[in-house]
């Protein structure tokens, strides 16, 4: 079993409870504004014109509030990206859970952030560095004009890919790091690739990590590994001083 630190998926569906917590916030405020305005008219009287155009106006106003509780509700936009959140939590820790079965000498690391970006999972082992961007997009992959295409429509993350690869290389001071994108729920063509990046469904991914040409030694293996810890800590102490500066 592969050395595992992180926990996949934890940021993808922290954003996807966050949005669960605003729908419902919205809801909450939605009534007790409408709540407000409703006290505020039932204690105006109605004695003269002017009076009741004020009372009326506050009254459309606890019925407007309430109304509009029912936005996010009914918002489908918001539903989807709901929805979108969780399944890619689920896609991520499915494939965290696929990286654990390789060998003992490989290191993965999930959830890797730098410079307020986000790696999904980085494995270092003997057959080289990878990077591997989990996606949980359903239906059909095509590989166009060096484009990622699912069911006709353009895969927006790729060059996220490629920054995440030259920032890799760098903080690392290693020739290659090779990229993986995995489609968890996706027909993904043999032998997808676009300018080095792999394009593969999660049912292939150990089998074409661990068959690769093996060329790191232990040693290179575990300096690797301590530099992305070091980082870890460093996101760790610079989280601890932002929260407890004055």
């Known amino acids: 079993m592969a050395q595992c630190y992180g926990k996949a998926g934890k940021h ?22 409408s709540y407000i305005f409703y006290k505020i008219c039932i204690t105006i009287p109605s004695t003269n014109f002017y009076l009741k155009t004020v009372k009326n106006v506050f009254a459309a106003f606890s019925i407007g509030s309430l109304l509009s509780m029912f936005i996010p509700l009914f918002d489908d936009k918001l539903d989807i990206k709901i929805k979108n959140a969780f399944n890619g939590a689920k896609g991520e820790q ?9 060998p003992n000498e490989y290191v993965v690391f999930n959830n890797i952030f730098y410079e307020n970006k986000k790696i999904d999972h980085i494995v270092i082992g003997p057959t080289g560095t990878y990077i591997i961007e989990t996606t949980s997009s359903r239906g059909k992959v095509e590989i166009k ?36 994108v995995v489609f968890t729920n996706a027909f993904v063509p043999l ?22 040409k093996q060329y790191m030694d232990r040693d290179t293996i575990e300096y690797l590994k301590n530099k992305i810890l070091l980082l870890l800590k460093d996101k760790k102490i610079d989280v601890l001083l932002k929260k407890y500066t004055p």
């Open 12 to 33: 993808v569906k922290n954003i996807g409870k966050r949005k669960i917590y605003i729908k419902y916030i919205f809801i909450l405020i939605s009534i007790i504004v």
């Open 94 to 102: 499915e494939v965290a859970e696929l990286l654990e079965t390789l």
């Open 145 to 180: 004009n060096d484009n990622i295409l699912i069911n006709g429509y353009q895969y927006k993350s790729l060059n996220k890919m490629f920054l995440n690869v030259f920032w890799l290389k760098d903080f690392l001071g290693v020739d290659f790091v090779k990229g993986i």
């Open 191 to 212: 032998d997808s690739e676009i300018k080095n990046i792999t394009i593969i469904n999660k049912k292939y991914l150990i089998s074409k990590i661990i068959n690769e």
